[in-house]
């Protein structure tokens, strides 16, 4: 039989990336990994990652509050709360916090590859005392995605 994941309000895993932290919701464990979930909180007028492209996975973002910019090859997007962005595999994209408060979004993974990611990329800050953006494409890496720097 089948057991039931639920995660309370102050559940979680929670991963310190410096302005950003993601709270994992579900690692896979329940899933199958077919689904990884998690939600990042971004600070004030701070970057995401590098724009990037993921090979094996699709990611979706839901604005809770705030107001994200997405950045997707040459266009901005803005993404106040309540705004579903939908990444499918091979699309550059990234995201920023303009605003002057905490953007929150429930951030998922299909199949759930990218949790892994996020603890690499803590582990990785940990080691190095920062988080640098070779560092950061290195760990991107192992997880068959790659920085976007050509845009057609």
Known sequence: MNSVAIVPPDGGEVIELGPASVRILEDGGTTAHRLGIGEITLAPHSAGPPQHRHAEHDEGFYVVSGTARFTVGHEDHEAPPGTLVMVPPGVPHTFA?????????????????????????????????????????????????TPATEYD
């Open 97 to 145: 916090n303009p605003g002057d408060e905490p953007l929150v979004m429930v951030n998922t993974f299909t199949p759930d590859l990218y949790v892994r990611y996020f603890r690499d990329l803590r582990d990785t800050a940990t080691r190095d005392g920062e988080l640098t953006g070779p560092a950061t494409a290195r760990v991107m890496a192992r997880y068959a995605t």
